[in-house]
């Protein structure tokens, strides 16, 4: 069974500041798809970034960059210059590639100070 | 579009009661889950869709029933609610299986007495 580890139950840092958030999964698949989702207080879940396995380039969007090792099975988050409206818990998750089902871990709740 | 819909999305029941969760997507997605959010475990998958008519377990299947009559409705029924069974549900659906971005519903807290 795939599992997803979030060490980081909480953290916290300035405005401005780069934050990393972590993330470990273990699986015997080679092929699949990895993802962190936000959820702001308003409880909406929302897509940040998405790398797929078979992609040794790591995804960038905008503030957000990852960093997967997949030999390590890691893939974690870097918001630069974070912002006040990132707060909020976020979920790393993965998906077996050709099933319709995300495994998510615990979560970790950032909070972003002014 | 409005995207995946889900009333209610506050509800309070006594124990033993049932009840359905409603939800919608109006995107033309074949694929449809529900997930439950607990504190401190993230989201578990419920059941799931891959069209019309097929459904499927997840990891936490036991005390919900779920069926899919159309492409855009995923109702999940909670047929004698128990305490165990207050959480948040959320609805999701997507275009493939092919690791493409899951489009989730804003939520239903659900407070079973």
């Known amino acids: 069974a795939q599992t997803v580890t979030q060490s980081q139950p909480e953290m916290s840092v300035q405005e401005a500041e780069t934050v990393t958030l972590s993330c470990t999964y273990d699986?015997?698949?080679?092929?699949?798809?990895l993802f962190w989702y936000k959820q702001p207080p308003s409880r909406q879940m929302i897509l940040v970034i998405r790398?797929?396995?078979?992609?040794?380039q790591n995804a960038t969007e905008n503030r957000f960059s990852v960093n997967f090792q997949k030999a390590a099975k890691s893939f974690s988050l870097k918001i630069s210059d974070s912002q006040l409206g990132d707060t909020a818990m976020y979920f790393c998750?993965?998906?077996?590639?050709?099933?319709?089902?995300?495994?998510f871990g615990q979560g970790t709740r950032l909070t972003i100070n002014p | 579009n409005a995207g995946v819909t889900q009333t209610p999305k506050f509800q309070v029941l006594k124990t033993g009661q049932s009840m359905t969760l409603q939800c919608a997507q109006d995107?033309?997605?074949?694929?449809m889950s529900w997930y439950r959010q607990d504190p401190g475990m993230g989201l578990r998958l419920i059941h799931y869709?891959?069209?019309?008519?097929?459904?499927d377990q997840g990891e936490v299947p036991n005390g919900y029933n779920v069926s899919r009559s159309t492409t855009e409705d995923f109702p999940l029924r909670l047929l004698s609610a128990a305490p165990s069974q207050t959480s948040v549900y959320f609805c999701?659906?997507?275009?493939?299986?092919?690791?493409?971005?899951?489009?989730f519903g804003p939520g239903t807290r659900l407070t079973v007495l």
């Open positions: 999701a659906s997507s275009y493939s299986l092919s690791g493409r971005e899951q489009f």
């Open positions: 699986t015997s698949e080679s092929n699949y798809y």
């Open positions: 790398q797929e396995a078979y992609k040794q």
């Open positions: 998750a993965f998906a077996p590639e050709g099933a319709q089902k995300l495994v």
């Open positions: 995107m033309n997605h074949e694929y």
């Open positions: 869709s891959v069209g019309a008519g097929i459904t």
